[in-house]
């Protein structure tokens, strides 16, 4: 969940780009060394020198301050809070729609949007998937109440990755043409079965 900011604070604060700078080297080895989950911002406050409000000044939230540390898209973090601004009524739409308007917004390829400055491949990837484990699956998981709840919400990430694959590196018509308003309605409605229609027999 979402470590939430501080008030921001005025004045000094704002030419503080040699602590920022310190705060992303904190985090970045941090990160690396302990996960996502395991990296908490008090202790990459305690690695910079600084105190914790200034990185909540600087980044906003944990999920913020690891979009910046691995140059993920800034509207990254957002966007995937506004999955879960509602409940599970049109929780299927929120999450196609949430993918799609950052990656039509984004001038790189979706991989490099996500995990460009990650140090290596395999660090990149580990990060990643914790971080979408987390952020993503484990909250879509937490809000059913189904003994299925981790697959189902597992399926949604399935229907994200072959949509991304499927429009944006592979480019496979007629989904790379297709509107983003057409693809949100229609998976849209597939990823709300995932998380809410009844389970085989």
């Given at each position: ?30 990160f690396r060394a302990h996960g996502y989950g ?93 971080y979408i484990d987390r952020e993503i699956t ?64």
């Open positions: 969940m979402a470590e939430h900011s501080s008030p921001s604070r005025p004045g000094r604060w704002r030419s503080g780009a040699e602590s920022r700078q310190r705060i992303l080297e904190a985090a970045r080895a941090l395991g990296t908490t911002v008090r202790a990459v406050a305690a690695e910079a020198g600084v105190d914790p409000a200034m990185v909540f000044y600087f980044f906003g939230t944990k999920q913020g301050l690891f979009a910046a540390a691995i140059e993920m898209s800034a509207q990254v973090p957002p966007a995937i809070e506004s999955i879960f601004t509602g409940g599970l009524d049109g929780i299927g739409e929120r999450v196609i729609r949430a993918l799609l308007e950052n990656l039509e917004k984004s001038d790189r390829t979706p991989l490099a949007m996500l995990t460009r400055s990650a140090p290596t491949h395999d660090q990149s990837e580990a990060l990643l998937r914790e484990g909250r879509l998981a937490a809000m059913l109440d189904t003994p299925d709840a981790a697959l189902r919400a597992g399926m949604v990430n399935v229907q994200l990755l072959g949509l991304t694959v499927a429009r944006y590196l592979v480019r496979v018509e007629p989904i790379a043409s297709a509107s983003v308003e057409e693809l949100v309605a229609r998976f849209g409605a597939i990823a709300q079965h995932c998380l809410t229609g009844s389970a085989p027999p």
